[in-house]
């Protein structure tokens, strides 16, 4: 049995803020499913972390870390979740705060997690096969383990890494002064970190890592590009013959129509009437008119890569048509403030709900008609299949995994959303006029449709075989 160990900052359903929770809280379970390894995640102790859980986490024992010059406590809990046993790492000064991230000290908050993950397997008498470690908040344990634990002991020079690219936005950058004082780093590890000028923590875990995977294979090749690298393209072109992308699964059981509680009414493809009373039942608590008109929704985080430009400069003439309009989410002003002042314009069409609220989030996924996700680039996205399972046919715009996951009805399988290539607010217009259309003109085929998208298999069965290959191919 294989043994692995995920290093991630978030997992639901303890912490998340985005993508990255859903698949820790869910990957996991589906490899452990498989039989085929042990799987064990370690993540931080977040105050976000409320006592519903805390109350059932097992203290296993405390111990002094040492981060450069300092010696800060480390406590251990462990908690067994769907057959995969979780580990937070205690330390109040680092976890008791209001985000997970986003706080002044994030380099020193993450390099004193990723030191725990490393520093307490002894205690935990679990010596991993791979460790697996995700996003830019855990890329100091792949560099830790290569530059510092594996010269040093011989358990962990045993030990093989993979480093996940979720988003290569989020690169952890920090200055030069960091890397012995905070990072506790030598001067000659500078070089393995070192990009453009300052300390790239995840430029370094794409160089210690013995492979680096991304999640879908289209944004693998895309981030080989200028355009979409954020600057890493180089990096990640000499080490291209350690990149693999796997799409990401969605956790079938957490997102189930014809069980959620979350839900107005429950529904599946065999009886759609729950759908129905899903959409009057939000258009009631929301105070749009409650009447057969598609109802599109957003529901997204308001940043940039998400395309709400393209949405910006559709949205009146979106909203010109007999239609409905709900967005959902919270993030830069400047996309607030549009949606906020769209929905002032047009009272009876449309509802901007700021705010981020996993529960709000599945009743406007149940109760929508077309969902909207046209991003700019997207690494694999997770909405547009929620959106699927749900019975709402995706709108998006196709790079990423959302290229990956959604082809076009035009297309000669049928397909199973609407698509398009270039990144315009025409192109957008153009596909959301199609779908709208499709609503009005044929209703018949786009319940076919809507039934076809809710069928499509989004689960992580394929990925996690996906995942097992790319772990033996490490291991071999
Ligand atoms: C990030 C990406 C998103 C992906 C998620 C999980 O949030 O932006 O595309 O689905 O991570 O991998």
Redesign the pocket.
């Known amino acids: 049995m294989k043994k692995i160990l995920y290093v991630a900052g978030e997992a639901l359903p303890f912490a998340s803020s985005?993508?990255?929770g859903?698949?820790i809280g869910s990957l996991p379970a589906a490899l452990t499913a498989s039989g085929e390894c042990d799987v064990r995640v370690v993540m931080p102790l977040y105050s976000a972390i409320g006592e519903k859980f805390r109350k059932k986490f097992e203290y296993i024992g405390s111990k002094y870390i040492r981060l450069s010059w300092r010696s800060q406590y480390c406590g251990l809990f462990r908690y067994v979740h769907k057959g995969v046993t979780f580990y937070f790492i205690d330390n109040e000064y680092y976890f008791k705060r209001y985000m997970l991230y986003g706080e002044y000290d994030d380099a020193e908050r993450f390099a004193f997690f990723c030191r725990a993950a490393l520093e307490i397997l002894p205690d935990i008498d679990f010596f991993p096969d791979i460790l697996h470690a995700h996003d830019w908040h855990a890329a100091l344990s792949v560099i830790y383990l290569k530059q510092c634990y594996a010269r040093l002991d011989e358990r962990y020079s045993n030990i093989r890494a993979l480093f996940t690219i979720?988003?290569i936005q989020y690169q952890g950058q920090y200055g030069f002064e960091l890397l012995g004082d905070v990072f506790g780093l030598m001067p000659s590890d500078k070089e393995i970190v070192e990009y453009d000028g300052g300390i790239n923590l995840l430029k370094g875990a794409v160089v210690c890592a013995d492979a680096v995977s991304t999640?879908s294979p289209t944004y693998a090749k895309e981030i080989l590009s200028p355009k979409f690298s954020h600057g890493l393209d180089s990096v990640l072109n000499l080490f291209s013959f350690k990149l693999s992308g796997i799409l990401?699964g969605i956790d079938r059981d957490y997102y189930n129509p014809s069980k959620d509680k979350e839900l107005f009414a429950n529904f599946s493809t065999r009886n759609l009437d729950g759908k129905a009373l899903c959409k009057s039942d939000l258009q009631r608590m929301l105070g749009l008119p409650e009447k057969d008109v598609p109802l599109i929704a957003v529901i997204s985080r308001l940043v940039s890569?998400k395309g709400l430009d393209l949405v910006m400069l559709a949205g009146d003439d979106i909203l010109k048509d007999d239609v409905q309009l709900v967005v959902l989410g919270q993030g830069d002003k400047s996309y607030e403030g549009y949606f906020e002042s769209l929905a002032e314009r047009y009272p009876t069409k449309c509802r901007a709900l700021i705010t981020y609220n996993r529960d709000l989030s599945k009743k406007i996924y149940s109760a929508a008609d077309i969902f909207l996700m046209p991003s700019r680039s997207?690494?694999?996205?997770?909405a547009q299949m929620i959106a699927s399972r749900y019975g709402t046919v995706p709108v998006i715009h196709e790079t990423?995994?959302l290229y990956d996951s959604i082809k076009d009805f035009g297309c000669e399988s049928g397909g199973n959303g609407f698509t398009f290539a270039a990144y315009s607010a025409y192109e957008l217009l153009n596909s959301v006029n199609r779908a709208v259309g499709l609503y009005y003109g044929d209703r018949e085929t786009f319940e076919k449709l809507r039934k076809k998208v809710m069928r499509v298999d989004f689960s992580w069965k394929q990925s996690a075989l996906s995942y097992l290959e790319l772990y033996n191919s490490i291991l071999n």
């Open positions: 985005g993508g990255l859903d698949v979720h988003n999640v990401n890569h997207e690494p694999c996205g997770l990423g995994g």
